[in-house]
DNA sequence: GTTCTAGAAC
DNA sequence: GTTCTAGAAC
């Protein structure tokens, strides 16, 4: 197990070339941005978006969401466009790879951590269901539990970057007094709500939801596939009108 | 961010 | 006695 590292995801985006990188590693690169697959995902499926260290952006603005937002604005929303359009492409490969692997899709969120323990700003990508064997604490649940307000969906950060200024800067200060404590928030099920005392009780729970969630998409697409198998060809539909034409003609109708 | 493990919780 | 959490890591 290699040491944890707080700027291995620096290093990575400070590469030249990032496809010099571990294919375990790098998922897609452009030039603005790099995604990697989360050595400890969190989710079925979990990447991370990354962006490049290119002047006129330096490695210390691109330390964390805060960093980014507190610098030039219009290099604030580049930088985020530049993760939302490459977070937009790793979010279908997912899709592809749900149809794939497990017959079927479901959400997937895109967001940032309001406190980060990597250095270098992060767009995470992962699937909704918080399945996963590197699921351990109450830390890392609460994390990523979309209602917490620790973790910020990147449609928000859209928003406050739209927003008027003095919002804005109220929400660009992500202090981490005012987020920290959410982690230590009790373990609640992000779908239905419910509290669990311990991690196993709820990773148990978070499993049989997804279970239940697939098996309802499955039904879905089933009755869909169905339904399309039966509907008439337009072939057949032109075949039927010719022969209601001559029954017309024949005078028979 | 993780691993490890003491001792709390049950 | 076993399971589980939560704090230390030099």
């Known amino acids: 197990m290699p040491l944890p ?29 790099l995604t990697i697959f989360d050595a400890y995902p969190k989710s079925i499926f979990h990447f991370l978006v990354l962006p ?24 604030a929303q580049e930088v985020i466009r530049w993760l939302a359009e490459d977070g937009m492409k790793v979010r279908s490969m997912i899709q592809d790879e749900m149809l794939k692997r497990y017959h079927f899709k479901w959400n997937i969120w895109m967001g940032f951590h309001a406190v980060p323990s990597m ?66 928030e009790p373990l609640e099920c992000w779908r239905c709500n419910n509290d669990f005392k311990t991690m196993p009780l709820l990773k148990a729970h978070l499993q049989g939801e997804w279970e239940a969630e697939a098996k309802l998409e499955k039904a879905k697409l089933e ?31």
């Not at 290119?54 to 290099?75: E, F, M, Y």
């Not at 169905?226 to 024949?250: G, I, M, Q, Y």
């Open 119 to 184: 250095e270098h700003i992060h767009l995470h990508v992962l699937s909704a269901d918080l399945c996963s064997p590197a699921m351990k604490n109450k830390k890392h649940y609460n994390s990523f539990h979309p209602k917490r307000g620790f973790f910020i969906s990147l449609s928000d950060v859209q928003e406050w970057l739209e927003a008027d200024p003095s919002y804005f800067s109220t929400m660009s200060q992500l202090k981490p007094s005012q987020y920290e404590p959410l982690l230590k």
């Open 5 to 33: 590292s707080p700027t291995i995801l620096r290093s990575y985006a400070q590469r030249p070339d990032p496809s010099s990188l571990p294919a375990s590693v790098l998922l897609t690169h452009t030039d603005h941005t």
């Open 52 to 75: 490049r260290v290119i002047a006129p952006s330096t490695a210390s603005d691109l330390t964390n969401l805060r960093t980014v937002l507190k610098g030039d604005k219009s290099r």
């Open 223 to 253: 009755k869909k596939r169905k339904r399309v198998s039966e509907e008439p060809t337009d072939k057949a539909v032109e075949e039927d009108e010719r022969s209601e034409k001559r029954l017309a003609k024949s005078g028979l109708d």
